[in-house]
């Protein structure tokens, strides 16, 4: 039992920790669709926002015709690379702020209502002739990061990508060189990326899991909590039991010391004061005995008969089963006080058996006991045994019947069927707890079939 007790414990456990695990993998899932699906919502509600605005728009041609006049510059070998990029960005920083306050007051359009940042970074520059020869890279982010053109401030780690522009164009223009004015052509390749910054969306996105965490943790704690209350009810249960079975088998144990001296005692006076003793005297001390017997008795019953299957030492041999069932039977006959009682035998077994007599003959007894006890007037008990493929015997009888809802607490210890109601015969409700055990200790099985008012038949099998 306390192994028993022991493994539920381990195995509720793990069990528990395997549904935690699986709740953490769906949560874990839950958060990163939510994740994905607040993004590219946010994503798709300022995409496009540069185009669909028109001042947005034209501080985007601003600097855009500001950046091709420098590029012209470069073309026609006026300034330097480096020239070039540190004039584009002092440009658009000079215009940033007005970037920003536009495309926050868009923002505020389009309801959005957390904080979101912005930016634009620079990915490629490359500049060739007319036909797309001798092209010339100005800026590549490849080896290093993409530099920030306008917008708010933010590293690309922090950002997620909303969708990148190429901007291809021919672009012709004149310059004076050494006093000549000459015309150009150059073909640009200009690549930007847009990316956007949410303050705290993992907040945002756990807040909108509150329901789903919140109903989690609350059933997690509820089978936490059903499973602990069990499992100490259980533990707090089984100790009572055996507490309870402690204190019947030491009080009857203490009971025997007590009877033993008065049987003693009482047998010392029969003997000892023969003569003095009156016939009533007599028939007092008898009654005594009687009891005396009786209660020790009882007690014997409740000790032998509170034993487990495993603690009965069986001593085993073989026996000839028809021989032997015809003697129990016909001394169980013999003892019976009433003469109405008819018992048919019908054996059948030819092999022999291998059994404890001593203890399955208790057992035989305790059903047969039982059939007389809770039988009816004109009471018939059929006792059936054959050998087919096992050892059967059955015993049958036509008495009260149990109730098909008892039937599976019949071979409890102490259990009795129902109260005075049904019957009014006494007992303590050992002797089928005990049959059961006997039968066990063989590998036996033992089985019950009744109908109320009908009869009870109570079928023993032992593997040859
Ligand atoms: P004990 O045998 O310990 O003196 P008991 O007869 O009450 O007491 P069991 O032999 O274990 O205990 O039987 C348990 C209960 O099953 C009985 O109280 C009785 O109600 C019911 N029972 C057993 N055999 C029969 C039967 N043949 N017909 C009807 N009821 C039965
Ligand atoms: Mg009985």
Same mark, same amino acid.
């Given at each position: 039992m306390k192994k028993k007790i022991r493994l539920l414990i381990i195995v509720s456990v793990l069990g528990l920790l395997a549904l935690s695990l699986i709740q953490g993998y769906l949560i874990n899932n839950t958060y990163k669709l939510k994740k994905t699906a607040f993004i590219s919502e946010t994503r798709r509600s300022i995409s496009r926002m540069d185009d669909l605005s028109p001042v947005l728009d034209t501080i985007n041609d601003m600097w855009q015709d500001r950046f091709l006049n420098y590029v012209a510059d470069f073309y026609a070998k006026q300034i330097s690379k480096k020239q070039? +990029?540190?004039?584009?960005?002092?440009?658009?920083?000079?215009?940033? #702020?007005?970037?920003?306050? !536009?495309?926050?007051? =868009?923002?505020?359009?389009?309801?959005i209502e957390y904080n979101l940042k912005f930016n634009k970074i620079v990915? !490629?520059?490359?500049?060739?002739?007319?036909?797309?020869?001798?092209?010339?890279?100005?800026?590549?982010?490849?080896?290093?990061?993409?530099? /920030? +053109?306008?917008?708010?401030?933010?590293?690309? =780690?922090?950002? /997620?990508?909303?969708?990148?522009?190429?901007? +291809?164009?021919? /672009?012709?223009?004149?310059?004076?060189?050494?006093? =000549?004015?000459?015309?150009f052509v150059y073909n640009l390749q200009f690549e930007t990326e847009d990316r956007m910054n949410i303050d705290g969306w993992k907040q945002i996105v756990l807040g909108r899991m509150t329901l789903l965490l919140a109903a989690s943790i609350f059933i997690f704690?509820?089978?936490?909590? +059903?499973?602990?209350?069990?499992?100490?009810?259980?533990? !707090?249960?089984?100790?009572?039991?055996?507490?309870?079975t402690d204190f019947v088998n030491n009080i009857t144990h203490e009971l025997k010391t007590p009877l033993s001296t008065l049987t003693l005692a009482t047998k010392m006076?029969?003997?000892?004061?023969?003569?003095a003793i009156s016939k009533n005297t007599q028939s007092i001390i008898n009654t005594i005995e009687r009891q005396n017997v009786?209660?020790?008795?009882?007690? *014997?019953?409740?000790?032998?008969?509170?034993?487990?299957?495993?603690?009965?030492?069986?001593?085993?041999?073989?026996?000839?089963?028809? =021989?032997?069932? /015809?003697?129990?039977?016909?001394?169980?006959q013999l003892s019976l006080d009433s003469k109405s009682i008819q018992?048919?035998?019908?054996? $059948?077994v030819n092999q022999n058996i291998f059994i404890d007599k001593f203890y399955f003959t208790t057992a035989i007894l305790n059903i047969l006991e039982n059939a007389v006890k809770y039988g009816k007037e004109n009471l018939k008990i059929i006792?059936?045994?054959? *050998?087919?493929?096992?050892?059967?015997? #059955?015993? #049958?009888? $036509?008495?009260?019947?149990?109730?098909?809802?008892?039937?599976?607490?019949?071979?409890?210890?102490?259990?009795?069927?129902?109260?005075?109601e049904i019957h009014n015969v006494k007992g303590l409700g050992l002797g089928l707890y005990y049959t059961n055990q006997i039968v066990r200790a063989h590998h036996g099985t033992i089985e019950? $079939?009744?109908?109320?008012?009908?009869?009870?038949?109570?079928?023993? !099998?032992?593997?040859?």
């Amino acid at each position: 039992m306390k192994k028993k007790i022991r493994l539920l414990i381990i195995v509720s456990v793990l069990g528990l920790l395997a549904l935690s695990l699986i709740q953490g993998y769906l949560i874990n899932n839950t958060y990163k669709l939510k994740k994905t699906a607040f993004i590219s919502e946010t994503r798709r509600s300022i995409s496009r926002m540069d185009d669909l605005s028109p001042v947005l728009d034209t501080i985007n041609d601003m600097w855009q015709d500001r950046f091709l006049n420098y590029v012209a510059d470069f073309y026609a070998k006026q300034i330097s690379k480096k020239q070039l +990029l540190s004039s584009l960005k002092s440009y658009t920083d000079s215009i940033n #702020s007005l970037y920003i306050v !536009t495309y926050q007051k =868009e923002l505020k359009k389009k309801n959005i209502e957390y904080n979101l940042k912005f930016n634009k970074i620079v990915n !490629t520059i490359i500049i060739a002739d007319s036909i797309g020869n001798n092209s010339d890279t100005i800026y590549n982010s490849k080896p290093k990061k993409g530099f /920030h +053109l306008l917008g708010d401030k933010f590293t690309i =780690e922090n950002g /997620h990508k909303v969708s990148s522009s190429l901007w +291809l164009t021919d /672009h012709s223009f004149n310059r004076e060189i050494d006093g =000549e004015l000459k015309s150009f052509v150059y073909n640009l390749q200009f690549e930007t990326e847009d990316r956007m910054n949410i303050d705290g969306w993992k907040q945002i996105v756990l807040g909108r899991m509150t329901l789903l965490l919140a109903a989690s943790i609350f059933i997690f704690l509820l089978v936490f909590g +059903l499973l602990y209350y069990s499992i100490k009810n259980l533990i !707090t249960q089984k100790k009572i039991v055996d507490v309870k079975t402690d204190f019947v088998n030491n009080i009857t144990h203490e009971l025997k010391t007590p009877l033993s001296t008065l049987t003693l005692a009482t047998k010392m006076l029969k003997v000892n004061h023969k003569d003095a003793i009156s016939k009533n005297t007599q028939s007092i001390i008898n009654t005594i005995e009687r009891q005396n017997v009786r209660l020790q008795k009882l007690i *014997d019953q409740v000790l032998n008969n509170s034993l487990g299957y495993q603690e009965i030492e069986l001593r085993k041999e073989k026996v000839n089963a028809t =021989e032997y069932l /015809h003697t129990i039977i016909d001394d169980f006959q013999l003892s019976l006080d009433s003469k109405s009682i008819q018992i048919d035998k019908n054996i $059948n077994v030819n092999q022999n058996i291998f059994i404890d007599k001593f203890y399955f003959t208790t057992a035989i007894l305790n059903i047969l006991e039982n059939a007389v006890k809770y039988g009816k007037e004109n009471l018939k008990i059929i006792v059936k045994a054959n *050998d087919s493929k096992d050892f059967k015997v #059955s015993i #049958s009888d $036509n008495g009260i019947g149990i109730p098909k809802k008892e039937l599976k607490f019949l071979f409890d210890k102490f259990y009795r069927v129902g109260n005075k109601e049904i019957h009014n015969v006494k007992g303590l409700g050992l002797g089928l707890y005990y049959t059961n055990q006997i039968v066990r200790a063989h590998h036996g099985t033992i089985e019950v $079939n009744s109908e109320l008012t009908k009869g009870t038949t109570f079928t023993i !099998t032992i593997p040859l």
